[in-house]
């Protein structure tokens, strides 16, 4: 019996000093490793329960779509064809749950770089998370503060909210043509998105000369906006600028076109620019204006995959999330390594002018040294006939502006 204990201890050491070895070796040559796993793990936090659901949802599947294309034609070539593992977590839409979720993420899973999360606030308190632990974080998230920390791990592959902002004014009264505008209202809920864009808003009716005769601030999620557009009716305004996600979106339009106060409508992307903002209003969804920081008639020959794959056109948050990815992965081509600390000088000194970063705007995407995409420039949409089409600027419309009186 002594004999048979012996000879097991003796095999159970063999196998520890062989598992010993094993790790000893990849510790020492990561490729090596690498190309036993096949596998490079990259995570995904989006809110995928919650107010910001479908959102979350939307970037998910564009984040899919290409992950798919790059694992299908061979993984990550100078990784030895190492396929991509995408660890996917629910940030719910709070903020605290989205810090805790990057927390556990980055312990138990060994990402080397992580998507998300939409809303400019999830991402935020996701962005504090990934920089002391230095993680790139790569976004389309829109608030200012994600690349005017100093921050070194976060790329924003969209304009700022307040470039967005300024935008958002200034394409419209472009459209207005001969129409002078002198006075506007802004509508904005309250989260990091809405007023980063806010802000935007202000600064171009400032430098315009316009006044701003509506400056009001909603909470998220608001159930009643009667005293908005009772206020918005009697500002004499002549365009509204609405700043909302979906549900407060729908509110404030129906309410718009019931009442019939017929100014213009120019939204701040978010809730705007989904099929499920056309969907839900029908006839009154026809003309909206909505500010964009990407569109998917800019590239159809890239878009079309996602409309053939989902049955819907390529929503931007698809779109941009879709970008995101892909430069990740051929930033990690390019470091020829998961190292986050490679892929980040990789990010940082790369124009990347492949693959689906043709679909955004001048075809490329370059971050500077604050993370931001110099490349990234707003766009115009409109709702026509269940479609949204690029109308300003001219360098990049698809279709002409309709005024919903002439339609």
Same mark, same amino acid.
């Given at each position: 019996m002594k004999k048979e204990q012996k000879i097991a201890s003796q095999q159970a050491r063999r196998e520890v000093l062989k598992g010993l070895s094993a790790l000893t070796i990849a510790s020492t040559f990561p490729s090596i490793a690498l190309s036993q796993t096949k596998t490079v793990n990259i995570g995904v936090i989006l809110p995928l329960s919650g107010a910001n659901a479908q959102f979350g949802i939307n970037s998910r599947q564009g984040i899919e779509l290409v992950v798919d294309e790059i694992n299908n034609s061979g993984g990550l070539k100078n990784l030895g064809g190492a396929k991509i593992?995408? %660890? =996917?977590?629910?940030? $719910?839409? $709070?903020? $605290? $749950? !989205?810090?805790? %979720? !990057?927390?556990?993420? =980055? !312990?138990?899973?060994d990402c080397c770089a992580i998507l998300g999360a939409f809303a400019s606030s999830l991402t935020l308190a996701i962005s504090e998370v990934t920089e002391r632990r230095g993680i790139p974080l790569l976004t389309m998230s829109y608030s200012d503060q994600l690349t005017g920390r100093g921050f070194k791990t976060v790329f924003q592959v969209t304009s700022k909210g307040s470039a967005i902002g300024k935008a958002q004014l200034d394409y419209a009264v472009q459209l207005a043509g001969g129409t002078k505008i002198n006075k506007v209202a802004i509508l904005y809920e309250d989260t990091a998105y809405g007023t980063s864009t806010a802000t935007g808003l202000r600064a171009a009716a400032k430098a315009a000369n316009i006044e701003i005769v509506m400056d009001e601030a909603y909470p998220l999620g608001i159930i009643d906006v009667t005293p908005l557009i009772n206020k918005l009716r009697a500002s004499n305004a002549q365009i509204v600028f609405p700043v909302s996600y979906l549900n407060d979106s729908l509110l404030i339009v129906r309410a718009l076109r019931q009442q019939k106060v017929n100014i213009p409508i120019v939204g701040g992307s978010a809730g705007y620019v989904i099929p499920d903002f056309s969907q839900a209003l029908g006839d009154y969804a026809n003309g909206v204006l909505s500010i964009c920081s990407a569109n998917y008639d800019l590239d159809t020959a890239l878009t079309n995959k996602y409309r053939k794959r989902y049955n819907s056109f390529m929503v931007h948050e698809a779109l941009e999330h879709a970008v995101a990815l892909d430069v990740l992965a051929q930033a990690i081509n390019i470091s020829k390594s998961t190292a986050p600390e490679g892929i980040i000088q990789a990010l940082h000194s790369t124009t990347f002018t492949e693959g689906w970063a043709k679909a955004m705007t001048n075809g490329k995407v370059k971050f500077d040294d604050t993370g931001l995409n110099i490349y990234a420039e707003p766009l115009m949409l409109q709702w026509q006939k269940k479609e949204l089409v690029t109308v300003w600027p001219k360098s990049y419309a698809k279709g002409k502006f309709i005024a919903r009186n002439a339609s």
């Open positions: 593992n995408l %660890v =996917i977590a629910d940030s $719910t839409s $709070t903020p $605290t $749950t !989205a810090a805790t %979720v !990057a927390q556990r993420m =980055i !312990a138990e899973n």
